[in-house]
Structure formats: C-alpha cells, structure tokens
C-alpha cells in the first residue's frame, strides 16, 4: 500500500511538475511541511490545473446528468474517509478552489507519540496577498471548526506565518 501511494505520488509530481517552466522558479511549499511527512499530493498552480480539468472528459461526465449521482455518491465516501482519518475542518475542494491562486499541498505526516492516531493530515494553499479576501477565507474556515477537537494557533516558519 505505502509502496503504491509512493508511486502515486512521484506521478502525479512528474505530471503535475511539467505544466510551466516558469512555475518552477516558485517557492516551494515542500519547505513547510515537517521532517516526519510521509506522503504528498502537490499541484504546483491550482487555477490551472482547475482550467484544464474543465476540458477533460472526466468533468464533463460529472455534469452529465444521467451519471452525476454517482460521482456525487462517491465524492461524499471519500468525504467520509478524509474525516475517519482524521479531517477536522469541512474544508471541501470547491472550498480550496475559491481562496487557492498558488500551490496546493496535502499531506500525511507520522505523528509517532500518538498510538491511538499516528498519523496527521495537513493542508497548505497558497493565496494572494489581499487582507480581506484572506480574512472572509479564515472566518469560512473558523465556522466550520468542532471545537470541541481543533484548536486555532499561529507560528511563523520560514518568513510564512502559519495559521
């Protein structure tokens, strides 16, 4: 299993990673992610991945109306498997895709001291830089927090602060 999510991962990179020669000069969100990460999925400029997918036979299945209800039925089982894994922000893609202009990263890193759950999901989405469009994205996302099992705290890592 971990051997094909590698080789999941280092395609989707390769493919992702020849999209723009000028993308590569871009900063690269992997600086973020703790030594303990164990698997990625990186899309190195969200709004054009969103673009081209709009022209791929696949989305254009999923708004056939005949064969819509089954990708919305599985949408919402990987939906469910994101929260037994532990997603504890309803953030869904169209969510991402809304704020996103940059990088978008997922990944799963080992959390060693915690036998009960050894493992942590983390989101990294690149946004521009414009206060109040970041402010209406952090309150969305602070809504939707159980606060029962998340808490909100900053740290400031490689010149980024990190919400």
């Known amino acids: 299993m971990v ?45 054009r991945m969103l673009d081209k997918w709009e022209n791929t036979q696949l989305a254009k299945l999923t708004r056939d109306e005949k064969i819509a209800p089954f990708f919305r039925e599985k949408r919402a089982e990987i939906e469910q498997r994101f929260m037994e894994a532990g997603w504890r922000i309803n953030i869904k893609p169209e969510d991402v895709g809304d704020f996103a202009t940059g990088q978008v990263m997922v990944a799963w890193c080992e959390k060693a001291e915690a036998p009960v759950k050894p493992y942590a999901l983390a989101l990294v989405a690149e946004v521009a830089e414009d206060p109040s469009r970041n402010a209406a994205m952090m309150k969305q996302f602070e809504e939707q927090l159980d606060p029962q099992s998340t808490k909100k705290s900053s740290q400031t890592h490689a010149g980024v602060t990190i919400t």
Do not use: D, G, K, M
């Open 3 to 47: 051997r094909f999510l590698n080789y999941a991962v280092l395609t989707l990179a390769v493919f992702f990673s020849t999209f723009s020669p000028t993308l590569a000069q871009q900063p690269n969100a992997y600086q973020l992610l703790p030594e303990n990460t164990q698997a990625v999925i990186w899309i190195r400029s969200s709004q």
